[in-house]
T-cell receptor, first 113, second 114 residues
């Protein structure tokens, strides 16, 4: 089942902050965040693992609430280059083992000068 | 490293025709994934392989879709016969491990079925 992202879209001025949320109905093992520019492939930003390990991009941060099966991506002092569609991908273990990464429908972020 | 390589970049075909999409994963990656992206559904996982073996194909929409990985450096996704609702961008991705490391995506194949 797809994770749910919110908001669906957001428009910001350069320098403003943004928060993108991702929630799942399943117990999560990992949460990935990717950004996609129009006509391009998704590019990795961040991974958060159950147990608190965090890896990824220097200028963008994220949190992972395992109990609530939620993650948030924080973009501070946004730059024009941050524009794009942000996807969260969730990793879960089901009865048969690990499932492949399942992505939400994305959050469209537009940064204006 | 050249990254994940997909071909063709664009494919236009007529309804009923067979379509074959190709993917070369990054050398050394044990996992290969096929995703389909549409406006309505976003990024859907179709199937993934581990060491050339299909592990989960529950996302494959119907029997018209099939995927193979004959060796560690090549995979195909075939649609036969194709239908207009198959029009989408198809991405191939690969990774070292399943959930702990990032996915590397190919550039995608834009498929249009007329």
């Amino acid at each position: 089942q797809q994770p749910v992202q919110s908001p669906q879209a957001v428009i910001l001025r350069e320098g403003e902050d943004a928060v993108i949320n991702c929630s799942s109905s399943k117990a999560l093992y990992s949460v990935h965040w990717y950004r996609q520019k129009h006509g391009e492939a998704p590019v990795f930003l961040m991974i958060l693992l159950k147990g608190g390990e965090q890896k990824g991009h220097e200028k963008i941060s994220a949190s992972f609430n395992e109990k609530k099966q939620q993650s948030s991506l924080y973009l501070t002092a946004s730059q024009l280059s941050y524009s794009g569609t942000y996807f969260c991908g969730t990793g879960v273990y089901s009865g048969g083992g690990a499932d492949g990464l399942t992505f939400g429908k994305g959050t469209h972020l537009i940064i204006q000068p | 490293d050249a990254g994940v390589i997909q071909s063709p970049r664009h494919e236009v075909t007529e309804m009923g025709q067979e379509v074959t999409l190709r993917c070369k994963p990054i050398s050394g990656h044990d996992y290969l994934f096929w995703y389909r992206q549409t406006m309505m559904r976003g990024l859907e996982l179709l199937i993934y392989f581990n060491n050339n073996v299909p592990i989960d194909d529950s996302g494959m929409p119907e029997d018209r879709f099939s995927a193979k990985m004959p060796n560690a450096s090549f995979s195909t996704l075939k649609i036969q016969p194709s239908e207009p609702r198959d029009s989408a961008v198809y991405f191939c991705a690969s990774s070292f491990v399943l959930l702990n490391e990032k996915l590397f995506f190919g550039s995608g194949t834009q498929l249009s079925v007329l």
